[in-house]
């Protein structure tokens, strides 16, 4: 988006793209932490309840580099929420939900954006209405590169939580190990467009997929 600032000069297009990444670290992040807070909570661990993250505040979660991510590339992070696997009731089936809360959320919201966009689309052509269904298509399709960037098996992001229910506890703690080094590793791809081809072909199928089951669901009723 900062790339399309610079290219472009500032659009209406461009304005609301940025309202959008605004929105999306501030509300969308809290959100997206606050899933991973509640469905840790309700599998038995109080960590992150007791560190002050159960909460929609985003000051408790916006991580600063992350959030520079979302405006640069449409992907980001928020501060992962601490959990203390050993308080599950029952320990990697505790993980998988409390891991998968954030990126669900994410395409909830996505799915939400996208029931909206073909509502607003009914009411009229008025400039004010096709702004609300641009601001509610990019929010979607955050929404969808959060949800497809953070099930990366990278560590800080949730797909690396993810590896503790499938990897024997001697190699997930060998790759925690270097959860610096291999954040530093995918920082590098995104910012030099490596992954961010594929990350995007994953989105827009995710995207489409979304979009067919709400306009069949248009359709229908």
Do not use: W
Not at 71 to 85: C, D, S
Not at 132 to 143: D, E, G, Q, R, W
């Amino acid at each position: 988006m900062i790339f399309d600032l610079l290219r472009n000069g500032f659009t209406v297009q461009v304005f609301i793209n940025l309202l959008v990444r605004v929105f999306i670290i501030f509300c969308v992040l809290p959100f997206h932490e606050y899933a991973h807070a509640l469905l840790a909570t309700k599998q038995g661990d109080p960590t992150a309840k007791l560190s002050g993250r159960l909460t929609l505040n985003p000051l408790a979660h916006i991580d600063p580099i992350g959030a520079v991510m979302i405006f640069f590339a449409g992907f980001g992070y928020a501060k992962p929420v601490p959990v203390n696997i050993r308080n599950f009731k029952n320990p990697k089936k505790g993980m998988a939900i409390t891991a998968l809360a954030g990126p669900v959320s994410n395409l909830l919201l996505a799915f939400i954006s996208i029931i909206f966009m073909n509502l607003v689309a009914l009411i009229s052509d008025a400039t004010i209405v096709q702004v609300t269904i641009l601001f509610l298509y990019y929010n979607a399709v955050i929404n969808i590169n959060l949800a497809v960037f953070n099930l990366l098996p990278i560590p800080p992001l949730d797909g690396s939580r993810l590896l503790a229910v499938i990897l024997p506890d001697k190699y997930y703690y060998k790759v925690m190990q270097n959860e610096r080094m291999l954040m530093i590793i995918i920082l590098v791809l995104i910012f030099t467009g490596v992954i961010t081809r594929p990350l995007m072909f994953l989105s827009g199928a995710v995207y489409k997929a979304l979009s067919v089951f709400v306009g069949l669901f248009f359709k229908l009723f």
